[in-house]
């Protein structure tokens, strides 16, 4: 690989280049070199960047960073095969700070930002801006988010009046302000596009292919695609939008849910519920999110817990988007231990520290349980994911199976 050779640079060369002079040093960033992992310093990121890596806590480069940075810290275009919990977030985002840092622009203007990134989903785009705020803690970068149901005269605000380095943005809205003309894309030089495997299944394209036109050509921008499955549709797409593009790909069983201690517990549906209860009483359980298949049940199974006397919220398309938020951040400080959701809603859970993740009902699509458990198991940690199959569903697990590539132990529940 090339790409990576011209990219390493020693320590030196790393901290005589950054020109703020902190009084934080390299050195107090050690990190032992080991066979067949890259560590942050093999790569020329800027020292303030290193600081808030290593604030982080992050030690090595994880498959997809390792895998992606050298090509697109060179500029390349990259379509990675990931999932959430790979650390694909950072490895898009270290490649816009560093290029920003390292090209700094001297006429920047309002409304004009530098990069685009587009997720799915709202809790998905705030994710990724908290994300980008900790990675730019060091510098004067500026991440801007744009998503639906929130506060719209404030984000408007936050176009107009300000340069933005890092637009997050839900295709939704972006279109919104592009026609109000609060927005321009023809600066931008970094297109990021996140989950392109659920904004095809969400019915985002035409938005999509909408704000890519507004960029600059393919060829005069960096692009990078991930998506958590190469479908054809994906495929095409990523053709459409990027040029001469490495694609890159990480397996994700190796990745999230071998951390993960996968149960499947045989049960009737009508005992379902005092399963789940005891369950969720259990000393193991620090945090927790139950899936259901759909509102309505989220909503009744919520509706029992809190008379149980379990302190829970749900999130589900029927909760205002300023409780689903308010409900995140509690479940982040830890003030939450519990969190009831459907698929869409539950996508956007990128927490650390959940131990448990309970399929109250299998998902009916495969890929989606693939989702679900991936919200344990993260960072390295060790999580427990439980799927109930009962007389109705457990039919769908041959499905799961098969899509995972490994065969599922299903067991009766301890007494
Ligand atoms: P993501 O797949 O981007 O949602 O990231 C999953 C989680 O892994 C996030 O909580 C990140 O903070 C964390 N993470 C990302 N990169 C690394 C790394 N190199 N080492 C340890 N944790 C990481």
């Not at 390493?8 to 390299?26: C, G, M």
């Not at 498959?63 to 940075?69: F, G, M, N, R, S």
């Not at 790979?86 to 990069?115: V, Y």
């Not at 744009?146 to 936050?158: L, N, P, T």
Request: proline fraction near 4%; include cysteine.
């Amino acid at each position: 690989m090339p790409a990576l050779i011209t990219h390493i640079k020693n320590r030196e060369t790393i901290v005589t280049q950054d020109k703020t002079k902190p009084s934080w040093t390299l050195d107090q960033f050690d990190v032992e070199e080991q066979e067949g992992k890259s560590r942050f310093h093999d790569f020329e990121l800027p020292l303030n960047v290193m600081r808030a890596i290593h604030d982080l806590g992050y030690e090595y480069a994880s498959p997809i960073q390792a895998e992606t940075l050298p090509y697109s810290l060179a500029g390349v275009d990259v379509v990675g095969k990931a999932q959430t919990g790979t650390g694909k977030t950072a490895a898009f985002l270290l490649t816009l700070i560093a290029d920003f840092l390292d090209n700094p622009i001297k006429d920047q203007f309002d409304s004009e930002p530098r990069s685009i990134i587009l997720a799915p989903t709202r809790e998905l785009a705030m994710q990724i801006a908290d994300d980008a705020k900790l990675l730019c803690k060091y510098n004067k970068l500026k991440v801007v988010t744009i998503v639906g149901g929130m506060d719209f005269e404030k984000q408007k605000k936050a176009l107009e009046h300000g340069t933005i380095d890092i637009l997050v943005a839900t295709p939704g809205r972006l279109i919104d302000f592009i026609k109000r003309k609060s927005v321009f894309l023809d600066q931008v030089e970094t297109l990021v596009i996140d989950e392109a495997d659920r904004m095809l299944d969400m019915g985002f394209i035409p938005d999509i292919k909408q704000i890519v036109r507004a960029t600059p050509k393919k060829e005069d921008r960096q692009t990078l695609l991930f998506s958590a499955t190469f479908t054809d549709a994906v495929i095409n797409l990523a053709g459409d939008w990027t040029t001469d593009a490495q694609m890159i790909e990480i397996v994700s069983d190796t990745q999230t849910a071998a951390n993960v201690d996968q149960k499947i517990y045989m049960i009737e549906s009508d005992k379902k519920y005092d399963l789940l209860l005891s369950i969720l009483k259990g000393d193991d359980v620090e945090r927790a999110i139950v899936f259901a298949n759909r509102r309505d049940l989220v909503r009744k199974l919520l509706e029992k817990l809190k008379k149980d006397g379990m302190d829970c919220e749900m999130l589900s398309g029927e909760v205002p988007q300023a409780k689903r938020v308010k409900t995140l951040e509690r479940f982040k400080a830890g003030k939450l231990k519990l969190i009831v959701a459907t698929d869409v809603a539950g996508r956007g859970i990128h927490i650390d520290g959940i131990s448990h993740v309970v399929n109250f009902t299998l998902p009916e699509e495969a890929e989606d349980y693939v989702h679900r458990i991936g919200r344990t198991g993260r960072a390295g940690k060790k999580g427990t994911s439980i799927s109930f199959a009962c007389e109705d569903d457990s039919f769908l697990l041959p499905e799961i199976e098969t899509y995972i590539g490994r065969k599922l132990k299903a067991e009766h529940p301890p007494e």
